[in-house]
């Protein structure tokens, strides 16, 4: 059972920055595509190959960026100038990659983030 460790997300006053992670092991895992979506119907906010691509949703741009480590299988959300329509459950996504075999998604739990002043 993959599980993907969350940390990072809590409250912030109006105008403040949260930087969300996400890990997946990394023993005997090779990472592929990450990203970050938010709410319950996991809509997307940014995302990342393994090429180094990455996307960010429009109407985020400006504000939001993604990264990774690959080294740590790990994704990072920045998230700056916050305001309260940015509160929301976020959810990371890590994809497995495994030779001869379709790339396996696992999600993280859900890591609150709540911008109010």
């Known amino acids: 059972q993959v599980q993907l460790v969350e940390s ?7 105008g403040g920055s949260l ?8 023993s005997g895992f090779q990472a592929g595509p990450m990203g970050w979506f ?11 190959s393994s090429g180094g691509a990455t996307n960010i949703a429009d109407y985020l741009k ?16 920045t998230m700056n ?3 309260p ?4 459950v976020y959810y990371c996504n890590i994809g497995r990659v495994r030779l001869g075999r379709p790339i396996q998604y696992y999600w993280g739990e859900g890591i609150q983030v709540t911008v109010s002043s």
């Open 19 to 26: 930087e969300l992670s996400c890990s997946a092991p990394t």
């Open 8 to 14: 990072g997300g809590g409250w912030v006053q109006p």
């Open 38 to 48: 938010r709410g319950r119907q996991r809509s997307p906010v940014a995302g990342s």
């Open 81 to 83: 100038n916050l305001t």
């Open 62 to 77: 400006g504000r939001f960026s993604i990264r990774r480590d690959n080294a740590a299988n790990t994704v990072y959300l």
């Open 85 to 88: 329509d940015d509160s929301d």
